[in-house]
């Protein structure tokens, strides 16, 4: 259960290290965005700010729609995006609240399933399925997206996600019922703030590199925290197993070494499903091994 604990420990830190933030940062507002307050990677880019979400799109050619996790920038799929922009229109999403983005619609109720229905509705604008690309919670709303709003979906790519986040908590027996508890816990952690040293000691865990370190640690400190709470709580009791089997749009999972158990398990009724090991890394795959994150991202595009 080691590298169970490792995993919790490093995602729990994004909630609890943003809502030590929140005296410094203060509530972000609710009013919408501007372009000029919506972080974007590309300079030529074009903007798209809904209520749950903002897109960034580049490129042209067949969509691509790539989604960060949890209190995680789009900058997350910079160099997948860079790489691919000459023959797709990439969709860059980043969720409101998260990296200094206003939380607007988010500021309030639900997050999980209202960002996935605010990313179908963006969907349904590109006349024609696309391919989606989802990292951590992007990959859950991913999951999420393939069993409500299948037509708008061609193929799914998840990196390092579980269709129930609850059996890195509780171990593979886990029920919604029996992390719930946990769950409302963590979302109702107090503003305790830790030393950038602490941030950056857990912050290790996720990714290998220094300035990838600093990266993560950073994007969880701009980011909301009454937003990552509510996200994170109802990632750990969305429960999309049952749904799987029933799931027929192709779907690749990557995955680091230490969860090679639960994603055999997690996935073991989800029809065609191809599942990708990749040793050596944490859980941010495309900064630990970018080659081989490469190499399996052009293997899913060949897919059909």
Not at 89 to 102: K, N, T
Not at 140 to 158: A, C, E, I, M, N
Request: glycine share 6%; proline share 7%; charged share 20%.
């Amino acid at each position: 259960m080691r590298h169970h604990i490792r995993y919790l420990t490093a995602a729990g830190l994004m909630v609890t290290q943003a809502m030590a933030s929140s005296s410094a940062l203060g509530q972000q507002p609710v009013a919408a965005a501007s372009t000029d307050a919506t972080p974007r990677v590309f300079a030529d880019s074009r903007l798209v700010v809904r209520d749950r979400i903002s897109i960034e799109v580049v490129g042209r050619g067949p969509d691509i729609v790539m989604i960060p996790g949890l209190a995680s920038s789009r900058e997350t799929w910079r160099a997948t995006a860079e790489r691919l922009r000459a023959n797709y229109r990439i969709h860059l999403v980043q969720v409101a609240g998260f990296v200094g983005e206003p939380a607007r619609g988010n500021a309030t109720g639900e997050v999980f399933a209202p960002v996935v229905t605010d990313i179908a509705a963006y969907l349904a604008t590109l006349g024609k399925p696309a391919t989606v690309m989802g990292h951590s919670l992007g990959g859950t709303f991913g999951l999420d997206l393939v069993q409500r709003h299948p037509k708008l979906v061609s193929r799914l790519l998840v990196v390092d996600a579980l269709p129930f986040f609850g059996v890195v908590m509780a171990g593979p027996a886990a029920t919604v019922d029996t992390v719930r508890p946990m769950a409302d816990a963590m979302s109702r952690a107090p503003a305790t703030r830790m030393s950038d040293a602490q941030t950056r000691t857990m912050m290790a865990q996720m990714a290998t590199a220094p300035a990838d370190v600093d990266r993560i640690s950073g994007w969880s400190r701009l980011s909301d925290p009454a937003v990552i709470g509510k996200a994170m709580r109802e990632d750990m009791l969305a429960d999309l197993r049952p749904g799987l089997p029933a799931v027929r749009t192709p779907v690749t999972v990557l995955y680091e070494t230490p969860l090679a158990s639960l994603m055999t398990a997690g996935y073991a009724t989800l029809p065609g499903s191809r599942l990708v090991e990749v040793p050596q890394a944490k859980h941010f795959i495309m900064y630990d091994q970018p080659a081989r994150f490469a190499a399996e991202v052009d293997a899913f595009l060949k897919r059909q």
